[in-house]
């Protein structure tokens, strides 16, 4: 049973470039969360994709955009880097479908996509 | 205001010892609470999840306090195996799944 995998697991991206990272959920599962963890903090949202719609959405600007397929597999894309956006990122996917009570999912996170931008 | 608060750290213990972390939470409607464990350059991971009643899992302890909006985490007998650092994390309210991270707490067990 595959937990939930990520891709690539480092990059390093010079300022103003562009980056795609890609999550595939944990086997049966439906829904990814994407959330960035900078150095000596604690992971911050940035979305949630559920039925391949943005969900719910932290305080990002709109450098930050993402993607769900048919598959539930999910990309996150960041725009214009900008040396700040250094960080890991980490997607994490629940299943929210057969849940009375949705949110009540536990999350399975990834090992994390370790950005730099220089 | 950060919407969850812990402290700082970094608490080093000698094997054995008994130590406590200690959080707050802004939001009164948030409904879950968790511990999460995340070792060096690793992902989070859950410890366990934390009940009104508190609860325990062996050497582990959580309690919370709706009143007072205040999460702990006790952790006896400390282990080398227990050096990481301990995320307090509470979901926000409403249907998703929005996890909410404290900065984390860095534990250093002594031998």
């Known amino acids: 049973d595959a937990g939930v995998t990520q891709s690539p697991t480092h990059l390093i991206k010079t300022r103003g470039q562009q980056v795609t990272l890609r999550c595939s959920p944990k086997s049966g599962h439906d829904t990814v969360s994407w959330y960035q963890q900078a150095l000596g903090q604690g992971p911050q949202f940035i979305f949630q994709?559920?039925?391949?719609?943005?969900?719910q959405r932290g305080n990002f600007p709109d450098r930050f955009s993402g993607h769900q397929f048919p598959n539930y597999s999910s990309e996150l894309n960041v725009n214009a880097l900008l040396l700040g956006d250094s960080a890991l990122y980490l997607c994490?996917?629940?299943?929210?479908?057969?849940?009375?009570?949705?949110?009540?999912?536990?999350?399975?996170f990834g090992n994390g996509t370790r950005l730099t931008v220089t | 205001r950060k919407e969850v608060e812990q402290d700082p750290g970094p608490f080093n213990v000698p094997e054995g010892a008994t130590v406590a972390f200690n959080c707050t939470y802004s939001?009164?409607?948030?409904?879950?609470f968790f511990w999460y464990r995340q070792d060096c350059r690793k992902e989070p991971k859950l410890l366990m999840s934390?009940?009104?009643s508190g609860n325990e899992d062996g050497r582990f302890t959580a309690q919370l306090n709706r009143a007072s909006q205040y999460i702990s985490l006790l952790i006896r007998d400390s282990k080398l195996s227990d050096s990481a650092t301990y995320l307090c994390v509470v979901k926000g309210g409403g249907a998703t799944n929005k996890l909410i991270f404290g900065t984390g707490t860095l534990l250093a067990v002594q031998p």
């Open positions: 994709y559920y039925e391949e719609e943005e969900r």
């Open positions: 939001n009164s409607a948030s409904q879950s």
């Open positions: 994490a996917s629940s299943l929210e479908s057969r849940h009375i009570s949705p949110g009540n999912s536990p999350l399975h």
């Open positions: 934390v009940y009104s």
